[in-house]
């Protein structure tokens, strides 16, 4: 390692444990962060992020679901009314998709100011393989009545959030509910769901941020007016003033991550690269089945294309890369997704009260020696 | 809920999102919080935590390993060396282990002064059914010569720690080496290690904290003279001054956990539970094979007996319960463990300079309505 001249260069040569100056994260951030699991960012280099590496976000408690006592609950508006037990579920047609996920609330710990929430750096993403009966085959067979609006996902975790209690629900417009890619998944990568992804019933709804997709279903109801829980009609909004009505937080917005390059500093990931030609390496990925059509990665400021590759399924991420020859110094390395509708990431972070939907540009400090 | 009259009742009604006043961990921290996941306390529930909620300590970043071109390289004092393919392995007799894993700095975000390094609050514990070659099998196989004093085992993570470059490895003494219970693991729960958890091979060491139980073994090597790696003779010690040698960190130290009752906010993770007669129930385990004799709970302060479970295994965590009947008021609910040796958690912290082996009695608030 070269003789430490700079602050990043100290830091990785500090054989001392000192708090740090910028302290500045609570203990209930702290323990959110311990609770609510990134995946962590070398992973990239998965097409199908492995089971136990997969981000998780519990709003409560993981509940533990006896699935031989089980039943999916279906009622409202419905011709027939019913209580389905898993193994009627495993029967119906199963289908399956590669989906990439992401937390609304990605990037939040990086806002200034910083909402308090789950504070996401930038690692609430990853990729599946989900299985399971289409929505929409339930909703037919079960015979949708035409005044129906929407469908409503009851969970069956139950908690508080500021200041109310109420079960994790969620609901889709009857036309989001219909769409052919919408899962009741009971598998994940091939295995039943473990507890803490939703076992024994999620719903999947690919290109929508992860809020959408509800863990541990216990009842699908049919209801004429719009559904006003919770989670539904306060929490996932962007919003700009506590009173504002805001906007339904919906669609995954365009982003693109690197896999940090060379090896990690323990304490502060800082990271150090052997100087050389090296290939950079990520994935982009963006919400409602649209495409990423480019990939530009900077390296000290200074823009340049990516190589995109083919990407793994219409829902999912797609891997990018790029060569960079490597000189000794300090870098800093971000990258930045374009999708088919022309959205592209900001530079600039895009402040709401809840800090969702946060696509701005990662950043990646690395010394190369 | 009641009027909130106490900081515990006001906090989960608080319908705001604000910084907490007792701001005080650093970015470093919380991106340490994120890489390395805790149990989720509820989890408590599950005799064999679930494959992806058991806890994670990664120094560096997890390897991509081809297991295909994967080799174990037996080297150093044996009569014979040799490299073994993944599937010589598998036809070796294996051997299905339950073992309770804790990470040695479990319990250090606690501490006053608080280490930094990664900052544990109470949920780096759990509990999984490993399977495969033990160690013994292999040292006999390759004829391990009388010279040696140490087996060493290499990990293929390599990265910085306190200034310090480095791949991860760690030594046993031979006579520790050749305990029937240390395994070289190819399964987890039933199913080929996932990445994180050190596919395709890991150490495990029963009764050992975690630091023990390497990940991604790529060499095993026979030594004739103690190892002096960073994680051997540097981290992993007991000491109170920079300087002073230190005691090295080996078997887990006495601890019981409470799964938290009721039902949780989400920021604070305070609990809620409503009046009436509730089973409080949690795991307790102690290292080096010895059972847990007693667990202790307090309401309060107030100290009674909780009844014990059969133990799953002989290196794994025992249940315990205990009746409460809970009036309406605030509480704070502790339980406190004991050993067959006589060991039994500190109340007060056990200091020391890199946080390890912090027993100290957990504090669960719970406002009972």
């Known amino acids: 390692m070269p003789p430490p001249t700079t602050d990043l260069a100290r830091r990785l040569a500090s054989t001392e444990s000192v708090l740090t100056e910028d302290a500045r994260f609570g203990f209930d951030e702290l323990q959110l962060a311990f609770r609510n699991r990134g995946m962590l960012l070398e992973a990239l280099g998965y097409d199908i992020t492995p089971t ?3 981000f998780l976000l519990t709003h409560f408690d993981v509940p533990q679901i006896d699935a031989g006592k089980w039943r999916l609950d279906v009622g409202g508006l419905f011709a027939q009314k019913f209580a389905l037990p898993l193994a009627e579920l495993r029967k119906l047609p199963q289908k399956t ?5 992401e937390c609304a609330g990605n990037g939040r710990a990086l806002l200034n100011p910083r909402p ?4 996401w750096i930038n ?3 990853s990729t599946a393989r989900w299985t399971g009966v289409p929505l929409a085959t339930l909703l037919r067979r079960a015979g949708l009545r035409p005044t129906a609006s929407e469908i409503v996902f009851w969970g069956a975790d139950s908690g508080i959030e500021r200041g109310d209690e109420h079960t994790y629900a969620r609901s889709l417009k009857v036309a989001d509910a219909m769409r052919e890619e919408v899962l009741l998944a009971l598998d994940m990568n091939g295995a039943p769901l473990e507890p803490q992804h939703g076992a024994p019933l999620r719903l999947i709804v690919p290109g929508w941020y992860g809020m959408a997709s509800v863990k541990w279903i216990r009842r699908i109801e049919a209801v004429e007016r719009p559904f006003e829980g919770h989670q539904q009609a306060h929490n996932y909004h962007y919003r700009q003033t506590p009173d504002a009505p805001g906007v339904p937080v919906t669609h995954i917005r365009v982003r693109a991550l690197i896999q940090p390059p060379g090896i990690a500093d323990f304490v502060s990931r800082a990271r150090v690269l052997d100087a050389g030609r090296v290939r950079l ?3 982009a990925w963006s919400g409602a089945g649209v495409p ?3 990939v530009d990665v900077a390296i000290n400021g200074e823009w340049r294309p990516a190589e995109l590759a083919v990407q793994v399924g219409g829902y999912a991420w797609r891997a990018w890369s790029c060569e960079w020859d490597a000189q000794p110094g300090e870098y800093q390395l971000s990258c930045r997704a374009t999708d088919a509708h022309g959205e592209i990431q900001p530079l600039e972070q895009w402040w709401n009260r809840s800090g969702m939907g946060n696509n701005r540009v990662q950043k990646v400090a690395v010394l190369v020696r």
């Open 97 to 101: 998709l590669t989906v990439t996920m």
């Open 123 to 125: 690692e609430a993403v």
């Open 116 to 119: 308090v929430g789950q504070p």
């Open 52 to 54: 136990g590496m997969h």
């Open 292 to 294: 990423v059509t480019h």
């Open 281 to 283: 390496f990520g994935r």
